[in-house]
């Protein structure tokens, strides 16, 4: 099966720092990766497109300066939340296609807890 | 906005029973029809999916009704078990300036009482 997975799971760290979580897809390749936010018991709001080899599709609202995203393989892609605030803690979640389909399936990473002090 | 209104927003079921959730949409671009099951602290597993040439899909004890007409669709979960309990969330998806987006409903947390 595809998976994604996700690290660190959970970090805590102090405001104004810089938090990078990676997600990688492990047994598949890529193309478009997607990274979603998630409060207490809401749905899953799209942050950005994450496409390999050029920039990130930020959706309408999202900081593109706070949350930096590199998609530097076809494996791997990377969200920053940079100077994180207390208002940045969150569930993030991040997602993968299959290079080369477009079925619509997206796999989904175990997710990342951040809490920001 | 692109929406997928999902119902109910909590559901109780006893075990054994038949747990069903409604979503609907709007925007007929939409091609392909996922739900997801998540657990507290974790990512969302794609449970079921459909696209919109059926109208009934069965995998196990999931089926996901689909009415293209009334632009609704529902997952039906039979035989529920404690081990259901989770939170189910509809998606939509559809191609959008060349990429996939993928719209989720609001959720329906579930509990399956023993």
């Known amino acids: 099966g595809a998976v994604v997975s996700q690290h660190p799971s959970r970090v805590i760290c102090k405001s104004g720092t810089s938090v990078k979580i990676e997600c990688r897809s492990l047994?598949?390749?890529?193309?478009?990766m997607f990274w979603y936010r998630q409060f207490p018991k809401q749905s899953l709001m799209l942050m950005a497109t994450?496409?390999?080899?050029?920039?990130?599709?930020?959706e309408q609202g999202v900081e593109k300066d706070k949350f930096l995203i590199n998609h530097a393989s076809l494996t791997l892609s990377t969200l920053t939340v940079t100077s994180a605030h207390p208002e940045d803690s969150s569930f993030y979640i991040c997602s993968a296609s299959y290079r080369g389909r477009n079925t619509g399936e997206l796999f989904f990473g175990e997710g990342s807890r951040l809490t920001v002090l | 906005q692109q929406q997928v209104k999902q119902s109910p927003q909590s559901l109780i079921v006893q075990k054994g029973g038949i747990s069903i959730i409604n979503c609907a949409y709007e925007n007929t671009a939409f091609d392909y029809f996922p739900w997801y099951q998540q657990f507290p602290g974790k990512g969302p597993a794609l449970l079921i999916a459909?696209?919109?040439?059926?109208s009934e899909k069965k995998e196990g004890r999931f089926t996901i009704s689909f009415n293209k007409s009334a632009k609704q669709f529902s997952l039906h979960i039979m035989d529920s078990q404690p081990g259901d309990s989770a939170t189910y969330f509809c998606?939509?998806?559809?191609?959008?300036?060349?990429?996939?987006?993928?719209?989720f409903g609001s959720g329906t947390r579930l509990q399956v009482q023993p």
């Open positions: 047994d598949f390749q890529a193309t478009t």
């Open positions: 459909i696209r919109p040439d059926v």
């Open positions: 994450s496409n390999e080899g050029s920039k990130a599709t930020y």
């Open positions: 998606a939509a998806s559809r191609m959008d300036t060349g990429r996939r987006a993928l719209t």
